[in-house]
C-alpha cells in the first residue's frame, strides 16, 4: 500500500515567486492537513481539507492557501515568498474523523 | 485556541532503562492525543494514540496515559534501545477540528548503549 506521496521533495525559490506543492494521500483517504515545520517553530497546522472542503485554517497569512481534489490529492500554494517561509512542508492523510494520520516525507522549501 | 505544552525538551537515558515524556492541553474539549516519533530527515510516524474516553493504552514497549481531570498526557517507553533515538511529539486535537493537531515542541530522546 502505497504512503502519502509530497512533491517535489525540494524547491529552492526566489523571494517574491510563488511555489505550489502537491500531496497524494493514502487511497482511500479523504482528509489531507498540511504543517509547517521549522526548528523554532516547531510543527504548524496550515490547514485541512475533506472532500474537497476547506474544514480547518491555521493562523497564516493569505498568502498560504490550499485546494484538494475530487480525487482527495491536495496542493497548497505561497505566494510571494518571504525568507521566513522556508521550511519543511509537511501533508498528512487520515480516513476521516475518528482515524490517525499519516504523514508524508515532506516538502524542503528554501527560500532564498 | 488548544495550547499544548511538553516537557523535556531533551531527554538522555541509558538503554534499557525507561523514558517518560509529559504533555499539558489546555482545552478541554480537545478528545485526541496521537504521539509521533521522527527521525532525522524523515517523517513524523504516528506510534500510538489515545481517545478521551480511554485513560491508558499499551503497545508493546510503548504506553500512553491520559488524565481529563489535569489535563496531562504521557508516553512511556520501556527497556529503551538506540533505535528509540528520536524527536518525539505529542499532540492534541478535537472532534470538531480533527485534522487540525496542535503539536508540542518536542522531545529530543538519546539512548546511549
Known amino acids: 500500500k502505497a504512503g502519502v506521496t509530497q512533491t517535489p521533495r525540494y524547491l529552492i525559490k526566489t523571494r517574491g515567486q510563488q511555489v505550489t506543492l502537491s500531496c497524494s494521500p493514502i487511497?482511500?483517504?479523504?482528509?489531507v492537513s498540511w504543517y509547517q515545520q521549522t526548528p523554532g517553530q516547531g510543527l504548524q497546522f496550515l490547514f485541512e481539507y475533506f472532500s474537497e472542503t476547506q474544514r480547518n485554517k491555521g493562523n497564516f497569512p493569505g498568502r498560504f492557501s490550499g485546494r484538494q481534489f475530487s480525487n482527495s490529492r491536495s496542493e497548497m500554494n505561497v505566494s510571494t515568498l518571504e525568507l521566513g517561509d522556508s521550511a519543511l512542508y509537511l501533508c498528512a492523510s487520515s480516513k476521516g474523523t475518528g482515524a490517525g494520520y499519516t504523514f508524508g516525507s515532506g516538502t524542503r522549501l528554501t527560500v532564498v | 485556541g488548544e495550547n499544548v505544552e511538553q516537557h523535556p525538551s531533551t531527554l538522555s537515558v541509558q538503554e534499557g532503562d525507561s523514558a517518560v515524556i509529559k504533555c499539558t492541553y489546555s482545552?478541554?474539549?480537545?478528545?485526541?492525543f496521537p504521539w509521533y516519533k521522527q527521525e532525522l530527515g524523515k517523517r513524523p510516524q504516528l506510534i500510538i494514540d489515545?481517545?478521551?474516553?480511554?485513560g491508558e493504552k499499551k503497545d508493546q514497549r510503548i504506553a500512553v496515559t491520559l488524565n481529563k481531570t489535569a489535563k496531562h498526557f504521557s508516553l512511556h517507553i520501556t527497556e529503551t534501545q538506540p533505535e528509540d533515538s528520536a524527536v518525539y511529539f505529542c499532540?492534541?486535537?478535537?472532534?470538531?477540528?480533527?485534522?487540525?493537531?496542535?503539536f508540542g515542541a518536542g522531545t529530543q530522546v538519546v539512548v546511549t548503549p
Open positions: 499532540a492534541a486535537s478535537m472532534a470538531d477540528s480533527w485534522g487540525k493537531f496542535q
Open positions: 482545552d478541554s474539549a480537545s478528545n485526541y
Open positions: 487511497s482511500g483517504h479523504r482528509s
Open positions: 489515545i481517545r478521551s474516553n480511554v
